[in-house]
């Protein structure tokens, strides 16, 4: 028995002042203009009707940062295909569907994704931060069962004053930066010993151990660091 393709098109204009709910979403091919609701919510409106994929029709022919769905919560629990196309595509289909009469149109998408023997990922941090350290230690017996085919890029959020750039950076002394504001990080301790200074510089120590070392030894290094700040 073949299973029954059920396709929905959404478009992100703004027009409507509600979400709509399953039930307008019965028919093989449905066309909704409220985007009050958020892109994620139409999908699964449309997954629990029975739709197999969901097609948003962008308001612009660029699909930029701006334009693009984000993710509202509800992204990890759709379990259908849900892609954007422009406004010109999507006109087209739409055209395409009032001019079939009934007829039967045939879509058909691929998603083609490049087979990597390695993958690549990034994680951000401070060397401040104790929940960085914390999920460093507990990912890292995953890290190791995956072996060769993943690789760690530590990238680390250092800060530069802007208070300090007005000025040129001409030799302005800041306790929670370097090199005249150029790289800072925040006070971890308020109070305490500790100085923005020494975040920046211990950032700086952890990332030439990363590039010049082993991964492995970078890994060893955050391992000990992470018994400290338990």
């Given at each position: 028995?073949?299973?029954?393709?059920?396709?929905?098109?959404?478009?992100?204009?703004?027009?409507?002042?509600?979400?709509?709910?399953?039930?307008?979403?019965?028919?093989?091919?449905?066309?909704?203009?409220?985007?009050?609701?958020g892109h994620e919510t139409k999908a699964?409106?449309?997954?629990?009707?029975?739709?197999?994929?969901?097609?948003?029709?962008?308001?612009?022919?660029?699909?930029?940062?701006?334009?693009?769905?984000?993710?509202?919560?509800?992204?990890?629990?759709?379990?259908?295909?849900?892609?954007?196309?422009?406004?010109?595509?999507?006109?087209?289909?739409?055209?395409?569907?009032?001019?079939?009469?009934?007829?039967?149109?045939?879509?058909?998408?691929?998603?083609?994704?490049?087979?990597?023997?390695?993958?690549?990922?990034?994680?951000?941090?401070?060397?401040?931060?104790?929940?960085?350290?914390?999920?460093?230690?507990?990912?890292?017996?995953?890290?190791?069962?995956?072996?060769?085919?993943?690789?760690?890029?530590?990238?680390?959020?250092?800060?530069?004053s802007a208070r300090c750039q007005k000025?040129?950076?001409?030799?302005?002394?800041?306790?929670?930066?370097?090199?005249?504001?150029?790289?800072?990080?925040p006070d971890p301790d308020d109070s305490?010993?500790?100085?923005?200074?020494?975040?920046?510089?211990?950032?700086?120590?952890?990332?030439?151990?990363?590039?010049?070392?082993?991964?492995?030894?970078?890994?060893?290094?955050?391992?000990?660091?992470?018994?400290?700040?338990?």
């Amino acid at each position: 028995r073949r299973e029954r393709l059920y396709v929905f098109f959404f478009s992100s204009r703004r027009r409507h002042t509600r979400c709509s709910g399953v039930s307008w979403a019965r028919r093989c091919v449905q066309e909704t203009e409220d985007n009050v609701c958020g892109h994620e919510t139409k999908a699964r409106y449309a997954e629990v009707a029975g739709a197999k994929i969901a097609i948003i029709i962008s308001n612009s022919d660029v699909l930029d940062q701006e334009n693009i769905a984000h993710d509202n919560g509800m992204g990890q629990n759709i379990g259908i295909a849900t892609i954007m196309i422009s406004k010109t595509l999507g006109t087209e289909f739409k055209n395409a569907l009032k001019q079939s009469q009934g007829q039967k149109i045939i879509l058909s998408i691929r998603f083609e994704m490049n087979q990597a023997n390695e993958v690549n990922y990034t994680f951000w941090m401070s060397s401040s931060t104790m929940e960085s350290y914390a999920f460093l230690r507990e990912f890292y017996r995953y890290h190791q069962r995956l072996g060769d085919k993943v690789k760690i890029q530590p990238k680390y959020v250092i800060w530069y004053s802007a208070r300090c750039q007005k000025e040129n950076f001409q030799n302005v002394e800041q306790p929670n930066c370097v090199s005249s504001g150029r790289y800072c990080a925040p006070d971890p301790d308020d109070s305490g010993p500790a100085t923005g200074r020494e975040v920046v510089l211990e950032d700086l120590r952890q990332i030439c151990l990363f590039k010049t070392q082993p991964e492995n030894k970078w890994w060893e290094y955050i391992q000990k660091l992470s018994l400290i700040h338990i």
